[in-house]
């Protein structure tokens, strides 16, 4: 069991919790992921381990209620405990001193961003860190960000903060004002890809942390398998980075829908 030691509302259904997990953090890398079940009946989702401290042994998930699982997570208060955590999994994100680097976080995918750009800027990197999110109140730890940001450009799609538009929008002009030499995406799916899209005419190294539904999350159960240059891979075990030049996003955008139904039922049941 694993005790629940903060609990914060982000933005509307966008909660942030700590959980002490001594052992996950003892070995936790930027760009890897955990498992979680909520209660013995529960199912297995996969979270990003947004940040993690190893004196404390605590990790900081933030997640946004889309399901069930979700939704019964962000009913636990402080001091309640999780059935069950299991990780880290994923293969880290590679971290090296590329020279100019530009991370886009899209939505929740910010929290994912954030261990991400914080190791580029250790290891000497200048980063730019473009947030994107639908509105003000969905903007989510930009704190964070800016405190491992050289520059941070926040975009909203309504304009009620930052630049009117996407994220994607900020990044084509940053690039036609100067050369990057690698771009680092985390989000919704169609985000990614879009911003896969934009980099892939100024040939700039593009990676992309991919959110395939997962089951098992050891490679066992297949479906998270993803298609990156013309290959099958498992995104729990071969990724989650991938490059983003490479993968095929309308395979991934409907193998997402796959559960959708089931999903829809399961959110309608009483009490859940």
Not at 14 to 42: C, T, W
Not at 59 to 68: A, D, N, P, R, Y
Not at 73 to 97: E, F, Q
Not at 143 to 168: A, M, N, P, Q
Request: include cysteine; aromatic fraction near 8%; hydrophobic fraction near 45%.
């Amino acid at each position: 069991m694993f005790e629940i030691l903060k609990k914060e509302e982000l933005a509307p259904e966008v909660f942030l919790m700590e959980i002490s997990a001594p052992q996950i953090a003892q070995k936790a890398v930027a760009g890897q992921f955990f498992v979680l079940r909520v209660d013995e009946k529960g199912e297995r989702i996969p979270l990003t381990i947004a940040d993690f401290d190893k004196k404390k042994g605590t990790i900081t998930m933030v997640f946004q209620v889309v399901g069930l699982t979700t939704k019964k997570l962000s009913r636990l208060a402080k001091g309640k405990r999780i059935r069950d955590l299991v990780g880290p999994m994923g293969k880290p994100t590679h971290i090296k001193k590329y020279g100019r680097v530009v991370i886009v976080g899209g939505g929740v995918g910010a929290a994912a961003a954030y261990p991400v750009a914080r190791e580029l800027k250790k290891a000497g990197n200048y980063v730019i860190t473009i947030q994107g999110a639908k509105s003000a109140q969905y903007l989510i730890l930009e704190d964070w960000l800016l405190s491992v940001s050289d520059e941070l450009h926040i975009t909203t799609d309504d304009g009620s903060k930052g630049r009117k538009g996407f994220v994607t929008d900020a990044l084509k002009d940053l690039l036609e004002k100067e050369a990057a030499d690698l771009v680092f995406a985390v989000g919704p799916a169609i985000m990614m890809k879009f911003v896969s899209l934009t980099t892939k005419p100024f040939a700039v190294k593009t990676i992309v942390s991919l959110n395939p539904i997962m089951v098992d999350a050891t490679g066992m159960c297949g479906s998270c398998r993803v298609e990156v240059g013309g290959k099958t891979y498992f995104a729990c075990v071969d990724g989650p980075d991938f490059d983003g030049h490479e993968v095929n996003w309308e395979l991934l955008l409907s193998r997402q829908r796959f559960y959708y139904e089931e999903e829809k039922k399961a959110l309608e049941v009483k009490d859940a």
